[in-house]
C-alpha cells in the first residue's frame, strides 16, 4: 500500500494511448491497490492507471461513498442519451469545466478477481465511467469541456 505521485496535465504520458493488461499479476493488484490509496487520499471519485504513469488499460471508480470499481481492459459497448454537467480531475487540480457524456453506457470489464463482467450505468456513474476510460485513450475532460473555470469550494476546509 503506497501513496503514488499524480501525473498532471502538461505531462505526455496523460496523451498515449494504453496497452492493454494481458495478465493480472501480482504487480498489476498492487498497481491498483495504489491506485485506489492514491484515489483516496486525493479526495477523488476515480483514478486510471497513467495518471500513476502506468500505462495499461485499467482504471477504479468510485462514483458513490464505498462502492468501488475495479475496471480491467474495459470496453464501452453502448452508449444512450446525453447529459451535460461539471466534472474535476486529479490531474486538472483546482479545475472544473463542463462536459457533455451520454447519459446511459454498457461496459465491459475484468474485475480484480479475473472475471469478465457486464455493467450498464447511468447518470453520475457513466459520467465517472467514461471520464476514466477516456484517460485510457489519452483524453483528457479538457479536451471536451466547456466553461473552464477554477473550482471554488464551499466549505474553506475543503481547500488544500
Ligand atoms: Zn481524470
Redesign the pocket.
Known amino acids: 500500500m503506497a501513496i503514488r505521485t499524480i501525473v498532471v496535465d502538461g505531462d505526455e504520458i496523460l496523451r498515449k494511448k494504453c496497452r492493454e493488461v494481458k495478465e493480472i499479476t501480482p504487480r498489476i493488484v498492487e498497481t491498483l491497490e495504489d491506485m485506489f490509496d492514491t484515489m483516496r487520499e486525493a479526495g477523488g471519485v ?1 483514478i ?1 492507471a497513467p ?1 500513476v504513469g502506468v500505462m495499461r488499460r485499467m482504471f477504479i471508480a468510485e462514483p458513490e461513498p464505498e462502492e468501488v470499481y475495479y475496471m480491467i481492459n474495459p470496453v464501452i459497448l453502448e452508449t444512450e442519451g446525453s447529459q451535460v454537467g461539471d466534472e474535476g ?3 486538472v487540480p483546482e479545475m472544473i469545466g463542463t462536459v457533455e457524456r451520454p447519459s446511459k453506457i454498457k461496459i465491459e470489464a475484468t474485475d480484480l478477481s479475473g472475471e469478465r463482467k457486464v455493467y450498464e450505468f447511468e447518470d453520475f456513474h457513466a459520467r465517472v465511467m467514461c ?2 476510460y477516456d ?1 485510457l485513450e489519452g483524453i ?2 479538457t479536451d471536451k469541456a466547456t466553461n473552464m473555470r477554477e473550482a471554488v469550494y464551499d466549505n474553506e476546509e475543503d481547500e488544500e
Request: proline residues 0%; contains cysteine.
Open positions: 476515480g486510471a495518471q480531475c486529479l490531474s471520464h476514466e484517460h483528457l475532460y
